[in-house]
């Protein structure tokens, strides 16, 4: 699925109930959607997205954003010093390096496979 307006869903499929059902990702609100075929989850996560925005509107509040651009990362002490050496191999901090290769592998994966549904 597409994100809309900045905002990006999962998606789970309920066998049992023969329905789909999703979340926006990446914000701390519960907002969810579902339908019962592709066409019409889309519709539903678009009308999620609009109506949390009104929502957000309505009541004067600043509607949260997805991801603020902040990653906390731990890692192991050797890990830290390979990445210190392949960041400046490439004569780039280490922030940038692994954003950088982390912005990489992202784009490989999302374009190698679509939005992956779930089981419920």
């Known amino acids: 699925m ?4 900045g905002y990006s869903g ?3 499929f309920d066998d049992d109930d023969m329905v789909f059902h999703g979340r926006i990702i990446g914000i701390p609100d519960i907002v969810t959607f579902e339908a ?3 066409e019409d989850l889309v519709k539903a996560f678009h009308e999620s997205v609009d109506d949390y ?3 957000c509107n309505e009541r004067g509040l600043a509607p949260r954003k997805p ?3 902040k990653l906390a990362l731990r890692t192991t002490p050797e890990i830290h010093a390979l990445l210190g050496r392949a960041a400046a191999s490439d004569g780039k901090s280490i922030n940038q390096w692994v954003s ?3 912005a990489e592998a992202a784009k490989r994966r999302i ?3 679509s939005t992956k549904v779930h089981a419920a």
Not at 2 to 5: A, E, F, G, M
């Open 2 to 5: 597409k994100p809309y307006q």
């Open 10 to 12: 999962s998606i789970e």
């Open 36 to 38: 019962e075929n592709a």
């Open 53 to 55: 925005l009104a929502f």
């Open 67 to 69: 991801y603020s651009g």
């Open 100 to 102: 950088d290769t982390l």
């Open 111 to 113: 374009d190698a496979a």
